[in-house]
Nanobody, 121 residues
Framework: QVQLVESGGGLVQAGGSLRLSCAAS????????MGWFRQAPGKERERVAA????????YYADSVKGRFTISRDAAKNTAYLQMNSLKPEDTATYYC??????????????WGQGTQVTVSS
């Protein structure tokens, strides 16, 4: 059974940092694209960052460029989202996803259950 499990969310003050992890199990995701999405209450889900299977092509939403970094550790079958200089508007539930076709634009076939990030002002 394929499973993605996020961790690392929490409450942080504005300007602080968090690192989210997405541990994959059930298959090897080294040739999958990995993406991080977020959804705040009353807002649509937003693609925040993505990494193509090659590990070279990345995508970042304009709102997080220069502050967030996506990475993966193939040996651990884990993806990460390093979030620095956090702002209150980054508050949301963050989801990781894996895409079979390896492209940052998706589609994304597998999703985690989400982890809450709350940034206080």
């Amino acid at each position: 059974q394929v499973q993605l499990v996020e961790s690392g969310g929490g409450l942080v003050q504005a300007g602080g940092s968090l690192r989210l992890s997405c541990a994959a199990s059930g298959r090897t995701f080294s040739r999958y694209a990995m993406g991080w999405f977020r959804q705040a209450p009353g807002k649509e889900r937003e693609r925040v960052a993505a990494l193509a299977w090659s590990g070279v092509i990345t995508y970042y939403a304009d709102s997080v460029k220069g502050r967030f970094t996506i990475s993966r550790d193939a040996a651990k079958n884990t993806a990460y989202l390093q979030m620095n200089s956090l702002k209150p508007e980054d508050t949301a539930t963050y989801y990781c996803a894996a895409g079979y076709y390896g492209s940052t634009v998706g589609p994304y076939n597998y999703w985690g259950q989400g982890t809450q990030v709350t940034v206080s002002s």
